[in-house]
């Protein structure tokens, strides 16, 4: 089954989108899409059954995702603690996943057509080389569209994530790109592997489960959460409605508290600069006059920026190669 | 057209609103009146539980007779009831976060909860807001505490390590420790972490290969010896954790109270009654 569905909404379904869309809307929804399994067992279908139908579910959400214009999409595919299920199960989804990718591959001029950009997030050397390749080809296909972006998130834990950025940081510090007092909350946030990203708006976890299980704890602090108890496999255009409007409902609270977060960072990353400014001129005898000590700290801050700007094109250069390595490589069997 | 759906869109706010106040209302009224079924069906037929948190029951003069251990005569025979309330739940956190998305926080009421989860035997009960005033205010809140603790409990009730900014991280007792955490002890912490270890590879003692999962989890508990919270408590209308503890609520359950203000023992037993029920699969 193709990844993207075609089809308009009917009549009743355009109405709820244009009186969703008279208020807030989010740009950016992550899903844990959660209740394959006991989709299946609840229609004494089988396991891999379930996953399919999930699939399936998936790019019935793109579409409707792409009429209440929201651009950005992330979902949990499967996370890092899913290696520890059946061998059996394991395979099965990994299998599943290499069908997926195929047909993305095969679906590329749809892709470009509706300018869809897949990522895809995770530690990718945990999986088998033929799928890395798979993956890898199809990031690197759709890496220019800018229209509507799927995160998917495969062989994936936020510690992981977290713990992958800080490694890229220790790096950047070993080759003097960085140096350690340069790290901050902001620059481990262009580190994880969702940085070209926003921060998820809404994050919505399906099948009753009121659990993060390790997806996106940096980037959804300041989400709205929302758990529904339907399972993934029989989610609705109005499980998505009911769940919109919840983001509609939070979102001037939620926007109050990023706003206040955002302007203490701010003040964080002044006081973190003034004190660097102070340690260099420990030595020379503090600058006397407060223009002077202004004029020090601006020119660190800039100095630092441009350190940190520097740093970071490194590493999406890193990446950016990472991924053109593995699609130009011949898919192994 | 415009105008037509942004006024539409009004009035779907503030039917949803009324939604939760009509569902908030009867699910009150049939906790009192267990019998009346036709009251708990149209409470579950009406529009989706998503909208509505679990309300809180205001304090009634009347005694309920689920409040037994509130209730009781000496303090003595309150712990003893607490403790059994506590070995009666299906399964009991060891870490509970109390997490305030309410405007402004109640130090009573704050400490009423806290008091209550040590006597059910949590041996872990941390309060978070995201705007730092608890623990700004901290010797307010351990004042509160340790008056409603001598009240409920006695002089000889257990003894308790308070940790907040600034104040001993590390526990060294087995005595039931409580945390007063702001959003510092989350990103902020994870911030400090990688700096310390990458402070470490400028040194040369250690290489960007060594930094693992385990190794920045320990780091993290050195700075702060916080188990990670099997259950949070939200108290608010505010859906979102805003910036609690995002390293550790990985596997944590979260459960929602409409508001912490004149929240009831009744309330705490209910959500821990609701935790008892979730099932971990851990990934597999």
């Not at chain 1, 790290?183 to 399906?206: K, V």
């Not at chain 1, 006059?289 to 700007?309: F, G, H, M, N, P």
């Not at chain 2, 949803?16 to 209302?25: S, T």
């Amino acid at each position: 089954m193709s990844w993207i569905k075609e089809g308009e909404l009917n009549f009743l379904e355009r109405i709820a989108a244009n009186i969703l869309k008279a208020g807030p809307m989010p740009k950016h929804v992550a899903f844990i899409m959660d209740g394959n399994r006991r989709f299946a067992r609840k229609k004494n279908m089988d396991r891999q059954e379930g996953h399919t139908q999930g699939f399936n579910k998936l790019a019935e959400t793109l579409r409707w995702c792409k009429h209440l214009d929201i651009q950005e999409v992330t979902v949990y595919a499967f996370s890092i603690e899913n290696f520890k299920r059946t061998k059996d199960e394991v395979d099965g989804l990994m299998e599943l996943a290499r069908q997926k990718f195929l047909r993305l591959l095969d679906e590329m001029d749809n892709l470009k057509k509706h300018e869809v950009c897949i990522r895809v997030l995770g530690d990718l050397n945990m999986l088998p080389l033929d799928l890395q390749q798979i993956i890898a080809k199809a990031v690197v296909a759709t890496k220019h569209h800018n229209k509507c972006f799927l995160n998917v998130c495969f062989a994936y834990t936020s510690r992981y994530e977290i713990t992958n950025a800080v490694r890229e940081m220790a790096w950047g510090v070993e080759n003097g790109l960085i140096k350690a007092s340069d790290i901050s909350e902001l620059l481990l946030s262009e580190c994880l592997y969702s940085n070209n990203s926003p921060n998820p708006d809404l994050l919505i976890r399906t099948s009753g489960e009121v659990r993060l299980s390790d997806f996106l704890l940096w980037q959804t602090s300041h989400s709205c959460v929302v758990f529904q108890a339907v399972l993934w496999p029989e989610y609705t255009f109005w499980n998505l409605c009911e769940a919109i409007i919840q983001y509609q409902l939070n979102h001037k609270s939620i926007q109050k508290a990023r706003d206040l977060y955002q302007e203490q960072q701010e003040f964080q990353q002044l006081e973190a600069d003034r004190i660097c400014v102070a340690e260099l001129h420990q030595g020379n005898g503090k600058p006397s006059d407060s223009k002077r000590q202004q004029e020090a700290l601006q020119q660190y801050t800039a100095c630092r920026i441009e350190r940190v700007q520097d740093f970071l094109q490194e590493l999406k250069h890193k990446r950016d190669l990472f991924f053109t390595d593995l699609s130009s490589q011949v898919v192994s069997t | 057209m415009a105008l037509l759906y942004g006024l539409l869109w009004r009035l779907l706010l503030v039917l949803v609103h009324v939604n939760r106040a009509f569902v908030c209302w009867l699910r009150a009224r049939t906790r009192c009146f267990k019998g009346r079924l036709w009251e708990r069906a149209l409470a579950s037929l009406l529009l989706p539980v998503a909208f509505t948190d679990f309300p809180v029951e205001q304090k009634k003069n009347h005694r309920n007779p689920d409040s037994k251990a509130v209730d009781a005569d000496s303090p003595a025979e309150r712990q003893a009831l607490f403790l059994n309330d506590g070995k009666s739940l299906e399964k009991l956190p060891v870490h509970i976060g109390l997490l305030l998305v309410d405007e402004e926080p109640s130090y009573t009421d704050v400490a009423n909860l806290v008091v209550w989860c040590l006597a059910l035997g949590i041996s872990h009960v941390s309060v978070y807001d995201d705007n730092g005033i608890l623990q700004k205010n901290n010797s307010v809140l351990m004042h509160e505490i340790t008056q409603l603790q001598r009240h409920l409990l006695g002089v000889e009730g257990s003894k308790v390590e308070f940790l907040s900014n600034g104040s001993e991280k590390h526990v060294v007792s087995c005595r039931p420790v409580v945390s007063v955490l702001s959003p510092e002890d989350g990103k902020q912490s994870i911030v400090q972490a990688a700096q310390q270890l990458c402070r470490s590879v400028e040194n040369k003692e250690k290489s960007p290969k060594d930094i693992s999962v385990s190794m920045l989890d320990s780091l993290l508990r050195e700075f702060r010896n916080i188990p990670d919270p099997d259950l949070v408590l939200k108290l608010g209308p505010v859906d979102s954790t805003l910036g609690f503890l995002p390293w550790h609520i990985r596997l944590t359950e979260f459960i929602s109270l409409s508001t912490h203000r004149n929240v009831s023992y009744e309330d705490l037993l209910g959500a821990l009654h609701r935790y008892g029920a979730c099932q971990q699969r851990l990934g597999k």
